[in-house]
């Protein structure tokens, strides 16, 4: 066995239907110097009993009451013993080359850290079969503010930047967790892009593994978190939202920072209106602050045609009590 430990970190929470695929997944990596570590979030469904299937000296599990993925994470790293750390939620699934192709890339550095492509899949789906799109961050190095302002950035913004990268999708070195500090428990949607932001910020660049995937799983009824609207989950994109900007304006004064989250803050406002009205008006005013100049209203043409005629807010009102009628 040769190769730097690499602690692959998996959160379970009621993740019966999918657990055993993923762990077979990671199992069966071609990197050999592995060791799983699986955190039990209280799951309260047959996760446990799919799990102790593939416990081992390589595969060990630790319980906790169900404290949130962020918290199981942060549980997972305590015991972790590799120079590199690999998280993978419980419904998704690494390619077998997924390990050793970043760590190929990485090469020894302990400064930075790699991505690899990622493909979403619908649940139900074989994830084989699913569609790759390309991405502007499919190839290179980048620098840590430049690759966050135009992973943050959107078309509006910078033209062919944004997009989303799912936490399997990244092999960090544990030393760059250490500085950056380890997840924020106070979150559940978006930690991990407040996390990964600190991460990226604390490391010398992003580099891109050409072999290998992530396969994300995604849920069509919106059982994933990321799919619901909770006051807390849009609480915890706020709470993000903060905390990304002060983070990335701590290190750069490029104006661009103020536009970009300008447009988030206004964005999230609107589309969390009128449901949460107290929450949607402090996005719209930290918009405004921040000089928010684009569109006012988000969604399709009909919509963007009543917000010409009547406003935004009047048009979200006609929208949001259509889709309560909906639901009767």
């Known amino acids: 066995m040769t190769g730097a430990l690499v602690s692959i970190i998996i959160p379970v929470y009621n993740a019966q239907n999918y657990l055993e695929s993923c762990l077979i997944s990671a199992i069966n990596q071609t990197y050999g110097n592995i060791e799983i570590i699986i955190i039990n979030d209280g ?6 009993k799919v799990i102790n299937k593939f416990v081992s000296d390589k595969v060990k599990v630790y319980n906790q009451a169900n404290l949130g993925a962020s918290a199981a994470r942060n549980h997972g790293l305590k015991y972790a013993k590799g120079i590199y750390i690999q998280f993978l939620d419980a419904d998704d699934i690494l390619s077998s080359d997924k390990i050793k192709s970043q760590i190929e890339c990485l090469n020894g550095s302990v400064s930075k850290l790699t991505i690899c492509k990622q493909v979403h899949f619908f649940d139900g789906e074989n994830h084989l079969e699913a569609k790759f799109e390309n991405e502007w961050f499919y190839g290179g190095t980048f620098e840590p503010v430049d690759f966050l302002i135009k992973l943050y950035a959107g078309e509006e913004t910078l033209p062919g930047f944004g997009g989303m990268i799912q936490p399997n999708t990244w092999l960090v070195p544990r030393i760059l967790i250490d500085k950056a500090g380890q997840w924020n428990e106070e979150l559940s949607l978006d930690d991990d892009g407040e996390f990964f932001c600190r991460v990226v910020l604390a490391s010398q660049g992003v580099k891109f593994a050409e ?48 536009k970009i989250f300008a447009k988030h803050y206004w964005w999230l406002g609107v589309l969390i209106y009128p449901q949460f009205t107290d929450l949607s008006n402090y996005c719209i005013l930290k918009g405004k602050e921040l000089g928010y100049d684009g569109q006012k209203y988000v969604g399709g043409p009909m919509g963007h045609h009543l917000s010409n005629l009547f406003g935004w807010k009047v048009t979200r009102f006609i929208f949001y009590y259509l889709q309560l009628l909906k639901k009767r």
């Open 211 to 258: 072999t290998g995937f992530n396969y994300y799983r995604k849920f069509k009824e919106h059982k994933s978190l990321s799919g619901q609207k909770s006051r807390k989950s849009i609480e915890s994109a706020i709470l993000s939202n903060n905390l990304k900007y002060q983070h990335l304006s701590k290190v750069s004064s490029d104006k661009i920072i103020d």
């Open 43 to 48: 799951s309260n469904d047959e996760s446990l």
